[in-house]
């Protein structure tokens, strides 16, 4: 048991040292190079080439890098770095369109393995999760990574900004069954919180009740 968490530490240890030489590098402006030490962390932590990254969807990245049934949580996690690193040099060298195709994978990703996970693991990726955002911009995420943000903001407990991407969601797109079922589900959730937990998540039991009431608004326009 301590012979496996030594190696998983170590393997922790050599992915920051790694991380820590692309950044260096690039805030150096060595591209190139940050490019090089990257695709060599890339092949050693996840087995995947830079090809491979851009063209497979996200599902399937998580798939590959866990090799099993059962989601490797911190491999993934890793790649998402990667990704995110990767897409920083595409954004230097004026390759937008490639950026925002790696920041939302490593937005998706990060999002899809902390769901079922503790609360502290989901505070560590939050900044994260917020830079990327960032970077991205809310308002061109597509539809699959704002229900993904809908469920992540629930789990952190940021319950106003859950009520907005789905609010977002229902403005957006025309409005179905599955889409209403979940927000339902969603404010059914939070009126059994406790008012405190509801205060700190910028959406008081009022607000909630209100935005229940205001989903019938969709199912009878």
Do not use: W
């Not at 970077?135 to 539809?143: D, H």
């Not at 959730?189 to 910028?202: A, F, H, M, S, W």
Request: hydrophobic letters at 35%; one cysteine or more.
């Amino acid at each position: 048991m301590f012979e496996e968490k030594d190696y998983f530490m170590k393997i922790v240890q050599q992915f920051s040292t790694a991380i820590g030489r692309i950044m260096g590098l690039k805030a150096e402006n060595k591209i190139e190079e940050s490019q090089d030490v990257l695709n060599e962390t890339l092949t050693n932590f996840t087995g995947l080439s830079r090809e491979v990254l851009e063209v497979l969807p996200y599902e399937i990245l998580i798939q590959k890098v866990s090799g099993s049934r059962r989601t490797n949580t911190e491999k993934c996690l890793m790649l998402a770095e990667l990704l995110s690193q990767q897409a920083d040099i595409y954004e230097f060298e004026g390759k937008m369109s490639k950026a925002k195709n790696l920041y939302l994978k490593s937005l998706n990703i990060m999002i899809s393995v902390t769901f079922d996970h503790n609360d502290e693991l989901l505070e560590q990726n939050r900044e994260k999760g917020s830079e990327l955002l960032k970077k991205i911009g809310k308002s061109e995420l597509p539809k699959e990574s704002k229900l993904l943000l809908f469920k992540y903001y629930e789990n952190v407990k940021d319950y106003a900004k859950a009520e907005d991407v789905l609010f977002e969601l229902m403005d957006a797109d025309e409005v179905n069954d599955d889409l209403l079922a979940q927000g339902t589900a969603f404010y059914k959730r939070l009126v059994k919180r406790e008012p405190i937990e509801l205060e700190k998540g910028n959406l008081p039991l009022d607000e909630v009740l209100e935005g229940l009431a205001n989903l019938d608004e969709y199912r009878n326009p």
